[in-house]
């Protein structure tokens, strides 16, 4: 199910190389009132620091909106993924809208910025010393 068409060419600020990569995934957000909202979207190039998804549905998610992505089951063995990708939810940040649709006034993409510095680790707490 997933189309691979090979890496993007590397833009020289980009910390990490991007693949182009079309799967499957399902976005997850509170909107403004607090409601829980979801949206079926693909997938269109993946990163360690990111994703490009285009949604074909009419809605529309603020820009800086915190969301969270989540490949379809059968995407998830896709080889070169980042490992968090694999693993389950990934909490990402709208970073950047795609081009606007006429038809509908929505935006066709969403560039996300994945909340998790890639190839760090989480850290445990520092043991501390006490004062006697």
């Keep these: 199910m997933a189309t691979r068409l090979g890496p993007v060419p590397n833009h020289p600020q980009r910390a990490s190389e991007?693949?182009?990569?079309s799967l499957p995934a399902r976005l997850t957000?509170?909107?403004?009132?607090?409601?829980?909202?979801?949206?079926?979207?693909?997938?269109?190039d993946i990163s360690a620091?990111?994703?490009?998804?285009?949604?074909?549905n009419a809605s529309?998610?603020?820009l800086y909106r915190i969301v969270h992505l989540q490949l379809e089951r059968g995407a998830r063995e896709v080889g070169e993924l980042p490992e968090?990708?694999?693993?389950g939810r990934v909490l990402s940040a709208v970073w950047r809208l795609?081009?606007?649709?006429s038809s509908r006034g929505t935006p066709a993409g969403y560039a996300l910025r994945f909340l998790v510095?890639?190839?760090r680790e989480q850290l445990t707490a520092p043991s501390m010393a006490v004062a006697s």
């Design 29 to 44: 957000w509170k909107d403004a009132s607090g409601a829980v909202r979801f949206t079926s979207v693909t997938t269109r």
């Design 49 to 56: 620091a990111g994703a490009f998804v285009e949604a074909d």
């Design 18 to 21: 991007r693949q182009h990569v």
């Design 60 to 62: 529309c998610i603020p």
């Design 84 to 87: 968090r990708l694999r693993e």
């Design 98 to 101: 795609g081009p606007m649709r």
């Design 117 to 119: 510095e890639p190839g």
